[in-house]
């Protein structure tokens, strides 16, 4: 209906300030079909409903305008959390199997590294 396509893309380059808040600002901002940067008005507004939903739980006293706005933005940051960890989890993964195999080769084997096995009868 909107032609957005919410998924999230990887920047994958530039320096990591850069990085952030590419991926800090994809909560606002999604793609459209042609692939043109437009409002995210499925997450916006698809969340604000949800919260929406979630507060109808609570008691009739409990639920006010404020309520569904603060339960919005707690969703809101926890995509900006999600979004920062499917921005960089790939280069840390890479980073430690880059280190696990330096330190693999670099390392020669301790026979006093490991204790020895002794059987008894």
Known sequence: MLHQDPRYFRRGRGSALTRIAYAASRV???RTDSGNPTFNASQVFGQLGQA?????????????VHGLFVGWAVNQTYNVGWNQLKEFTPDLNAFIQ???KKRKHKLPADPRATPAVTRTN
């Open 98 to 100: 880059r280190h696990h």
């Open 28 to 30: 606002l901002i999604a």
């Open 52 to 64: 929406g939903i979630s507060l109808s739980y609570y008691p009739k006293q409990d639920r006010d």
